[in-house]
């Protein structure tokens, strides 16, 4: 059944005004590359408009890039058709999801501006998700807008969020016998024309 939130996101990632615009990699994903040590594939989840992943995949042997918007998707794989060790698909994560694939490879797993698009009871499906495709000692980097953002100037009003207070996130993870390896919250992290969300960055390693 397509809800009222997957509508949402057919609608906004059929703008092509909107995939222009903004084309260029987060900082957040800069940081990201400069952690991934000796990581030979790179998941994202929640890619949008493929801006992060397809500067990421330089850097990867393997790149696998999912996302609910199935227009996201087909944009993508239309305009990255040339990028050879990226791979783009549609994915519901609190449905059924074939992860045996992904288990078996040496991975980092990303995500920016994705959780918070979730509710708290999705959030937990994910992580739970996470759990069964992640081995020992792999990583999962987070960026997410925090409960103190809910009132500040948005750019995108009709976006869904759940402004997440972090603390909360580190429990959810660590139920799911994750360890928060590194945390920061503020900002100027991730600016975007004249908004400058209160984010939270995050790594969690599965134990």
Known sequence: MITKKNRYWQKFYKNRSFNDKVSFPSQFSIFTLSQKHNKKT???????????????????????????SESAIKHNIDKFKSFKNLNFKICDVTKNFSYKNLKKLNKLIYTRFFIHTLSDDEIKIFIKLLSKIMNKNEKIFLEYRTHLDKNKKKVFKNHY???????????FFHKENFKNTYSINGFGLAIFDEEDPHVSRQIFQKK
């Open 42 to 68: 790179l998941v994202e989840f929640g890619c949008g408009n493929g801006r992060d992943v397809s500067y990421m995949s330089k850097f990867f042997k393997k790149t696998y890039a999912f996302d609910i």
């Open 161 to 171: 969020r759940n402004f997440l207070n972090p603390e909360k996130v580190k429990i």
